[in-house]
């Protein structure tokens, strides 16, 4: 979305993506007139925390509860890999609302809220649980 003004209403939630580690630059969203939204962005595969970037937010956007659980999605997505290349460049990440009362701005909420504090600060990302 280079070039592009974003909506307002993704203000919050891009400029909240713009501090998590290894987001990278290039971040492009949409509202439809019915509420429903996205925001797709790219995280640094080779990035020490992208892992736990993917974890965290899988957690909180997919599964933090699971007899309530957020009108949202976080997930991959990809061109074809056969016609383009490896993940490195080019696997995105999305994140979707699933009713239009989940706004960009409850999701910044939500992230912001259970995420390391401050989010941009890497040693407050718990790491020492790590298999690798």
């Known amino acids: 979305m ?14 909240f993506l713009a501090k998590v580690p290894g987001i990278t630059p290039g971040i492009g969203c949409d509202i439809d007139p019915d509420g429903q939204w996205w925001v797709k962005f790219g995280i640094d595969i080779a990035h020490p925390l992208a892992w736990h970037v993917v974890q965290e937010f899988g957690h909180v956007l997919n599964y933090l509860s699971l007899n309530e659980p957020l009108p949202s999605r976080f997930m991959p997505v990809s061109a074809p890999p056969y016609m383009n290349g490896g ?14 009362a989940f706004t960009p701005a409850l999701a ?7 995420l390391p504090q401050p989010v941009d600060d890497l040693s407050q990302w ?3 649980h790590d298999d690798d």
């Open 2 to 15: 280079q070039g592009k003004q974003h909506d307002p209403r993704f203000e919050t939630l891009l400029a």
């Open 87 to 100: 993940p490195a460049d080019f696997l995105a990440w999305v994140i979707e609302n699933t009713h239009p």
């Open 108 to 114: 910044a909420e939500w992230l912001e809220g259970r």
């Open 126 to 128: 718990v790491t020492d």
